[in-house]
């Protein structure tokens, strides 16, 4: 799986051209983790990463399954806002396969997977989780 192509694309997508997602999400969107220091957070802010997935190495199909997982955090004591930044995500990014730009790839669908998850943080901050499924089949 050529992952920093995946995440590459997923940014741009998300990030890149302007959309209520990005509107929204003032911290921006990091890799893994946020580098900031703590006291430099701005918020909303989110972090995108991939939490599993499979690959079908079958002749005929070649397809990739990575699981793409974005989790969004806020310190806003409603959790109004975090769950909004979560709604434009999901308009976004749920089926949003025919705007996904790929090189070595041609995306098949975007799915998202599970159910959103909603918690507070050690900080007391919020934190928004939705995972997605890409469906990817490899250009020969």
Known sequence: ??????????YNFLMVDE???????LGGLHYVHNDLDPDDVIYPYGIYNFAGGNYDGDS???LEFPILRITMYDNNDSSYRISDCGEKLDTRLNNCQMN???NSYYSLSVR????????KTVLN???HSRSYKLKLQRKN
């Open 1 to 10: 799986m050529l992952l920093n192509e995946i995440k590459q694309s997923v």
């Open 19 to 25: 959309n209520p997602f990005k509107n929204v999400l």
């Open 125 to 127: 901050n919020w934190q």
């Open 112 to 119: 998202r997977v599970s159910p959103p998850i909603e918690t």
């Open 60 to 62: 005929c199909t070649d």
């Open 100 to 102: 996904l730009v790929f």
